[in-house]
């Protein structure tokens, strides 16, 4: 297992100014502000989308600006006080079960990050498996259902507490740890719970960030255990109540026009939806982007 | 990280069942040494084993309901053997083998469109010498990674309506408008298209971190050789990367037929069905909507057991000819 450690991009490489690579380089930039574009535009036109009013969207003239600006469908969606219970949900299951991954994950990469461990492979071996090979949507829906865990969080957090990817990414970065510290540590008197609280963790916090964030924006964009196990509608996170406002709209086995004018009306609804949803990510997102790369780096075992 | 010490378990017994018991009778006593020396550490992986055991492996076992006939409420492993029934019900089931194709078909456009594009696209943005553009391209096309698969699909619902963009422009063209969300023919290349959007920006991340441990040295000796730039990115670039493709391409592999079933179930209805419905969709309204669970499990099974078989022979194959495999 060799961790792909990036090199500080050294930049000036094969400096070469024929007339078919400065071409090469117009077309390529081209090419990428294209792929910016692409990226972009979908979005900006949902936000374009929420702030105009229904006639300009119903007839299709609404595509990168608002038009007929107005924050109706704001206070409509923002009134609606499901939607605000739903909201609370998604931050109360996110920090639950981020919490609760978090110690379960640092716990198994610790101990599978000490080489001299007798059994460490099984250990490792009892995670990797689970990768390739696992039960399947229907015996999980029994598991969960037989334990009674419906209708609770815990069916949210506990069936997806352990990542396995980001189990390898922290396990790496143990590894990375010098060793001599956790020995001299040893040597000082404390325990192996004591070196990893006072010795290992603060010296992770970068990666342990790393990871808080990864665990955290995956829970908070999971709907489909919440979808799969929660039947009461106080209880839904707000992923599960933007898929009731999608399903509505997509669920067309009946395309009559009655119902596309409402599938017109609902478009505002969720796009607003959508909006507020992604707002808390696309606010903090160029802050941890970089954490999140790291994150992947880290984790990029090979061999 | 006041979290972490609620974790520490306070059971003092060391715990041999978490590990695999000693194969040989010699081995047992040093088993005992390191249990009695390292029993702090076992002692951590007792919450996290017990995860796995009850939430990753418990479920492989309950897939035996595949071969029992299951009563929802009752028993999880089922109450009477049906033997192979199950399996023979859907290998006889025209619907499967619907969905079976279909699920073929979405899994082939997936590794041709989506494995490629990121390795492109990272070759494209490994050229980039202004250093504050790459950063900015790179922000840009990571963030759809980040969205819910529900926002996504929101995004493509609004994005392809009859009022949205898409069909802005083709009546700027001249065309009529396409329900696309409503039409067969459509949704593999909005599934496919949409993957895109949300996936290639990422996907470059490993290509790239690849792309900076491959030697300057190698190019400037291919430059010395007379080697064209097209050439150094075809001797030196590719097989620079290359161990990082194989892998990626095994773990694509592995995940073949478990094609987007989330993305899958949020964007497609009854009139899109004959495109749309692949096995764990199929397995899903079987099993959790209509109650036919033991059904659902043989079918899951299969699909799981299909699932390994590819991985492992995916990475025998890799293991062959390039000499190179996750293990």
Redesign the interface.
């Known amino acids: 297992m060799t961790v792909?450690?990036?090199?500080k991009?050294?930049?000036p490489?094969?400096p070469?100014s024929t007339r078919g690579?400065r071409v090469?380089?117009s077309v390529?930039?081209i090419?990428?502000i294209g792929?910016?574009v692409?990226?972009?535009?979908?979005?900006v036109?949902?936000v374009a989308?929420s702030f105009s009013g229904e006639i300009f969207?119903?007839?299709?003239?609404?595509?990168l600006i608002p038009k007929g600006f107005n924050l109706t469908t704001y206070h409509r969606v923002m009134s609606d006080s499901m939607f605000w219970t739903n909201y609370r949900n998604t931050v109360i299951y996110t920090l639950v079960a981020t919490?609760i991954s978090?110690?379960?994950?640092?716990?198994?990469a610790?101990?599978l990050s000490?080489r001299h461990?007798?059994?460490r492979t099984?250990?490792a071996g009892?995670?990797l498996f689970?990768l390739?090979?696992?039960?399947?949507?229907?015996?999980?829906?029994?598991?969960v259902?037989?334990l009674g865990l419906r209708n609770s969080i815990w069916a949210i957090v506990?069936?997806n507490?352990?990542n396995v990817f980001n189990l390898l990414v922290m396990k790496s970065f143990f590894e990375s740890l010098p060793e001599e510290l956790e020995e001299a540590a040893a040597v000082d008197g404390l325990?192996?719970?004591q070196i990893?609280?006072r010795i290992v963790?603060p010296l992770s916090k970068a990666v342990?960030a790393t990871m808080l964030l990864f665990y955290a924006?995956s829970f908070?964009?999971?709907?489909?255990s919440a979808f799969?196990y929660l039947d009461r509608s106080e209880l839904f996170p707000v992923?599960?109540y933007?898929?009731n406002?999608?399903?509505g709209?997509?669920?067309?086995?009946d395309?009559t026009t009655a119902s596309?004018t409402a599938?017109?009306i609902a478009?505002n609804i969720?796009?607003v939806?959508?909006v507020l949803?992604?707002l808390p990510?696309m606010l903090v997102?160029?802050f941890i982007?970089r954490y999140?790369?790291s994150g992947?780096?880290l984790g990029?075992v090979?061999? | 990280m006041t979290t972490v010490k609620e974790s520490v378990p306070a059971s003092r017994k060391a715990l041999s069942d978490s590990v695999e018991p000693p194969s040989r009778r010699g081995r047992r006593r040093s088993w005992r040494m390191s249990l009695r020396r390292d029993w702090q550490l076992y002692s951590l992986a007792i919450l996290p084993l017990l995860f796995f055991a009850i939430f990753r492996y418990l479920p492989m076992l309950g897939n035996v309901i595949a071969f029992r006939r299951y009563q929802p409420g009752g028993d999880i492993f089922g109450e009477t053997w049906v033997g192979l029934r199950y399996f023979r019900l859907f290998w006889a089931d025209s619907t499967f083998w619907h969905v079976f194709t279909n699920t073929l078909i979405l899994g082939t456009l997936t590794l041709l469109f989506l494995f490629p594009m990121p390795i492109v696209l990272a070759l494209l943005l490994n050229e980039v010498r202004n250093r504050l553009f790459k950063r900015f391209v790179q922000t840009v096309s990571y963030l759809p990674h980040f969205l819910s698969i529900v926002v996504v699909v929101g995004i493509i619902v609004q994005t392809v309506s009859m009022d949205g963009v898409v069909n802005q422009a083709l009546k700027a063209i001249g065309q009529d408008p396409i329900p696309f969300i409503q039409q067969p023919g459509w949704f593999r290349t909005l599934y496919i298209s949409s993957e895109m959007w949300q996936t290639v920006g990422w996907g470059t991340i490993l290509y790239l971190a690849a792309l900076t441990t491959i030697d300057d040295d190698l190019y400037e000796a291919a430059r010395i050789d007379g080697a064209s730039r097209w050439r150094q990115t075809w001797h030196v670039t590719l097989p620079g990367i290359r161990p990082t493709m194989m892998t990626l391409l095994i773990l694509n592999i592995g995940t073949f037929l478990a094609v987007g079933f989330e993305k899958i179930l949020l964007l497609y209805n009854p009139l899109t069905y004959p495109t749309a419905d692949v096995i764990s969709t199929y397995l899903y309204r079987v099993g959790v909507v209509s109650g036919s669970f033991s059904y659902a499990a043989a079918i899951g099974l299969f699909e799981s057991v299909i699932g390994l078989i590819l991985v492992l022979s995916a990475n025998a194959i890799s293991r062959r000819t390039v000499g190179a495999g996750l293990w």
Do not use: D, H
């Not at chain 1, 792909?4 to 090199?7: E, F, G, I, N």
């Not at chain 1, 969207?57 to 595509?63: K, L």
């Not at chain 1, 978090?102 to 198994?108: I, K, N, Q």
């Not at chain 1, 399947?136 to 029994?142: E, H, K």
């Open positions: 792909v450690a990036p090199r991009s050294r930049r490489r094969r070469q690579y090469f380089q390529n930039t090419v990428l792929v910016v692409l990226t972009v535009f979908p979005l036109n949902i989308r969207i119903r007839s299709g003239q609404v595509n919490a978090m110690v379960l994950t640092t716990c198994y610790y101990v000490k461990l007798r059994g099984a250990l009892i995670a689970t390739f090979f696992n039960g399947g949507l229907i015996p999980n829906y029994v598991l259902s037989g506990l069936p507490a352990i325990n192996t719970y990893l609280l963790l342990i924006v908070w964009n999971s709907w489909f799969l992923t599960v933007l898929r406002l999608i399903a709209a997509t669920g067309g086995s395309v596309e599938l017109q478009a969720q796009a939806t959508i949803t992604v990510i997102y160029p982007q999140f790369v992947v780096m990029a090979k061999g």
